[in-house]
């Protein structure tokens, strides 16, 4: 049997690959990578492992896309939200 507290942390960042992060209990932080408001990107430990890397998302931008998607619950808001999606497809 493998006993896997006395391993180093299993965790590293998806996006550098670096274990120079900081943990915490249900997350962690790259201590290299930002986002673009200049934030450590944090990721959920769970996901490591489980999602190919590239397929994981950072909290913060996680929390982005909710973020757009309750505004989308606004029935005007939906409106010119695929209105503007149509524009740009109407180009001419
Ligand atoms: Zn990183």
Not at 1 to 10: D, Q
Not at 25 to 54: A, H, Q
Not at 68 to 78: G, N, P, T, Y
Request: proline share 4%.
């Amino acid at each position: 049997m493998t006993n896997l507290k006395f391993m180093k942390t299993p965790y590293y960042c998806p996006r550098c690959h670096t274990k120079e992060i900081s943990e915490y209990k249900d997350t962690f932080e790259c201590t290299k990578c930002r986002d673009n408001n200049g934030f450590p990107l944090e990721f959920e430990k769970s996901d490591i492992g489980k999602i190919p890397d590239d397929d994981i998302v950072a909290r913060r931008e996680m929390s982005s896309f909710v973020g757009a998607f309750e505004e989308l619950r606004d029935s005007e808001k939906r409106k010119k939200f695929f209105n503007s999606l149509l524009d740009d497809d109407l180009e001419e």
